[in-house]
């Protein structure tokens, strides 16, 4: 079993920044393909950014060259530097990611943290 726990989410005014973490717990060995996804009440959840085993990264058009995702293979985490944050930034950010364990491989969500972006 993979346990997935989001941190750094917050309150944070228009302009400034956030990194949020994903760190990956259980009977893993390896993260593979990991995705930030955020979403707002009575809207389906979106793909913000997602990086590969390999590092490639891909990024929304609403976050490019504003959000940074970045990854720690041996700690099993993966990050997302927002700068520039601004008030349509504001939602649940969760982490999803593909992961090998002895065992198999497992697809698992966090629970989710909140960003709030004050204008």
């Known amino acids: 079993q993979v346990r997935l726990v989001e941190s750094g989410g917050g309150l944070v005014q228009a302009g400034g920044s956030l990194r949020l973490s994903c760190a990956a717990s259980g009977s893993i060995f390896r993260l593979d393909a990991v995705g930030w996804y955020r979403q707002t009440p009575g809207k389906q959840r979106e793909l913000v950014a997602s990086i590969t085993n390999g590092g490639s990264t891909n990024y929304a058009d609403s976050v490019k060259d504003r959000f940074t995702i970045s990854r720690d293979n041996a700690k099993l985490a993966v990050y997302l530097q927002m700068n520039n944050l601004k008030p349509e930034d504001t939602a649940d950010y969760y982490c999803?990611?593909?992961?090998?364990?002895?065992?198999?491989?497992?697809?698992?969500w966090g629970q989710g943290t909140q960003v709030t972006v004050s204008s």
């Open positions: 999803n990611a593909q992961s090998s364990g002895l065992l198999g491989k497992y697809d698992s």
